[in-house]
């Protein structure tokens, strides 16, 4: 009893005593972690260690995405600027952590999306004889800044049991993302045609490579807008008659994607060249698609060209039906 008596009457001196041999304990740091900032309470230490006696001071630091806090470069904060700092570093932490992801490379050239799509159309002799088929197929990669896609297309036409098209196309396109919502585009295509026209039977070679500068814009996650300018270079060969001729012209490309409600999905691009003469080609592709499941899905494509640059294909103006399937 008597000494629990000693103990109150000499409380004070006894907490400070504690106070100051638990003071190397204190003198650590107090954190607090968000994604994109990190922010530290620090006590002051003094040269044996101790504390300081000093109130607390404020530290923080722009956190990449995935970096520890304890890894960072801090820089100390005046209590009465800790709102406006705050936030500058969170922005700076958000950007870098966008660099961090643009610079990232997946390894492998594993698609990350595969899809197949074939429509056919066979009227028979009971009506005008005109049978055809289309199989496309397309792949898509994301690798940090870059996206690439390649489709191949493969056409078959014969009216009356006489051979109308035979086609094979392959399309490569890489769009580079730069600042902001700027990119660079590069379009390379190879294409291989026979067709029959007035008679005669046609071999044809088609190369097409473009270099252009686009503008992205994102509406929503599942809606975009792509405008871009290039510059193409056009060569043509006929295959069975040595014959060639090559071109250039600068086009506009406008691309639209938008995700509709139940389920229907929206795509759309044009082109438009301007030829040496004056002309204007134009090139369009519509589709609408229905998804009919987690792999599939039912499509309307339109297709329309005018003054084109491939020869078969120059004037066109067909509506399709397609099943499409994704891997």
């Not at 966008?98 to 610079?103: L, S």
């Amino acid at each position: 009893m008597r000494m629990l008596t000693t103990l109150y009457e000499y409380r004070t001196l006894l907490f400070c005593f504690m106070l100051l041999a638990s003071a190397p304990i204190a003198a650590s740091v107090s954190r607090v972690e968000e994604p994109y900032l990190c922010v530290e309470s620090r006590l002051g230490r003094s040269a044996d260690g101790h504390w300081d006696g000093q109130a607390p001071s404020l530290w923080m630091a722009a956190r990449p995405s995935g970096a520890s806090c304890a890894d960072l470069d801090y820089v100390r904060v005046d209590p009465t600027e800790a709102a406006s700092v705050s936030a500058e570093l969170r922005a700076r932490g958000q950007a870098q952590a966008r660099v961090m992801v643009a610079d990232t490379v997946s390894p492998g050239w594993t698609p990350d999306r595969v899809q197949i799509d074939a429509s056919v159309n066979w009227e028979g002799k009971s009506r005008n004889g005109k049978d055809e088929a289309e199989v496309r197929g397309s792949a898509e990669w994301k690798r940090g800044r870059d996206e690439v896609s390649a489709q191949l297309r493969a056409e078959y036409e014969r009216s009356n049991d006489v051979l109308k098209q035979n086609e094979q196309n392959l399309r490569l396109l890489w769009y580079r993302n730069l600042s902001g919502p700027w990119y660079r585009s590069t379009e390379a295509q190879l294409e291989r045609n026979q067709f029959k026209e007035q008679g005669l039977l046609f071999d044809y070679l088609f190369a097409q490579i473009g270099l252009g500068l686009g503008y992205r814009q994102e509406w929503t996650e599942d809606a975009e807008t792509r405008l871009a300018v290039s510059w193409h270079l056009f060569d043509v060969r006929l295959l069975d008659y040595d014959f060639a001729v090559d071109t250039n012209a600068p086009s506009l490309t406008l691309t639209n994607t938008l995700k509709l409600p139940a389920r229907w999905r929206l795509n759309q691009w044009t082109h438009w060249f301007l030829w040496e003469d004056g002309s204007i080609g134009v090139e369009s592709e519509t589709e609408l698609l229905l998804e009919a499941g987690h792999n599939t899905a039912v499509g309307l494509r339109h297709e329309y060209s005018r003054d084109a640059a491939t020869l078969q294909q120059s004037d066109k103006n067909e509506t399709s039906l397609f099943l499409r399937y994704r891997f």
